[in-house]
């Protein structure tokens, strides 16, 4: 079982920037695949962006390319997500979660995740 806490989340302006952290509750964190969703009020969960085991590789959802950045740090069982430019779109509620598959992180974007944390609320005013 491998429980994940997000944090991070707040209040921001438009163009402002956060950064969401992601901490998982486990000894083998290097054994997963890592992605962020988000959820904004009325719609679907879509896709932000995913990172290999051991944070090698990335891939990113056309709309976040240039604005958000994942990252890990595999000795401290987190997962980062850096959000710049932000705009008042972007408020949503933020997801991490974890793929203990061996299957390419290109296929995180359709969901499959294993393990999902609860989320961390995001606003973005104008």
């Known amino acids: 079982q491998v429980?994940?806490?997000?944090?991070?989340?707040?209040?921001?302006?438009?163009?402002?920037?956060?950064?969401?952290?992601c901490e998982a509750s486990v000894r083998t964190f290097s054994s997963y695949a890592m992605g962020w969703f988000r959820q904004a009020p009325g719609k679907g969960r879509e896709f932000l962006a995913a990172i290999t085991k051991s944070g090698s590789g990335t891939n990113y959802a056309d709309f976040v390319k240039g604005?958000?950045?994942?990252?890990?740090?595999?000795?401290?069982?987190?997962?980062?997500?850096?959000?710049?430019?932000l705009k008042p779109e972007d408020t949503a509620v933020y997801y991490c979660a974890a793929d203990g598959s061996s299957r390419t992180i290109l296929l995180i974007k359709r969901g499959g995740m294993d393990y999902w944390g609860?989320?961390?609320l995001v606003t973005v005013s104008s």
């Open 118 to 120: 609860k989320g961390t």
């Open 3 to 21: 429980e994940l806490v997000e944090s991070g989340g707040g209040l921001v302006q438009a163009g402002g920037s956060l950064r969401l952290s």
């Open 67 to 85: 604005r958000f950045t994942i990252s890990r740090d595999n000795a401290k069982n987190t997962v980062y997500l850096q959000m710049n430019s």
